[in-house]
DNA sequence: TGTCTACATATAGACAGCCTACATGTAGAC
DNA sequence: GTCTACATGTAGGCTGTCTATATGTAGACA
């Protein structure tokens, strides 16, 4: 996969997998990788600065766990981040569909053909 | 339109609108707009130096001509261009895929189901 | 005549986010 | 004693997109 492509698309990911329940960074890696059958492979230098920035930002909030003798810094969506995730949501939709519509050879001819 | 989004998939649009005939930038730009349904305004200063590096690596050419008493730059696609847009389309399909699986809460749900 | 808009190309520099590489440390297996 | 998995973090590089600016023609309009 083309890092690039991941451009401006990383805070969705993580808000979205962060959903459900709260997972520190680690965590996080492992479910992008599983959701996503093998394809995104993140690595730490992008989700770490990734998920200190949402944190800047009001999206996460973090506390500290330790569990088997090793620390953990488990991530929690706030209300903002439930919203931030519901407007990336709406966001990929009309990405897609932007590019997906200049790509796409046109097969897609809507009913109402001209 | 997060303009971080189009990192990477910039090459792919201009393949793309290239791929039925040859074009000149500033109709590139119009075509993109048109073809996108207003989404993708993509400012020259974008355009103009994705082409010289499409053509740079071989995957554009172009040529000039005067029309109307302007000059343009046509860029026309090679078969090592056409070879790339095959790659980026199935990259595109791969990446939608791949977040899409990541960001949709599954709309592989049928409507019927609880 | 002068001004404005559309057409048309181009470059410099700013910006930002993803990556590689490295640093640090625990736990458990062998 | 070494290796791997677990776990977090930072520094610096890279690169492609954007903003702003420059240049120039053509045609409309006053």
New interface residues.
Partial sequence: ?????????MD??LL??L?REPLHGYAIIEA?QE???G??NVPTGTVYPALRRLERTGHLVSEWATVGGRRRRTYRLTDSGRKQLEG??S??Q??????????GPGEVRPSGSA
């Fill in positions: 996969m083309n890092p690039d492509a991941l451009r401006g698309h969705a990911l979205s997998v959903e992008l959701r996503s059958g394809a995104l990336e949501r966001a990929w009309a990405f897609t569909s932007a590019i997906g519509s200049v790509l």
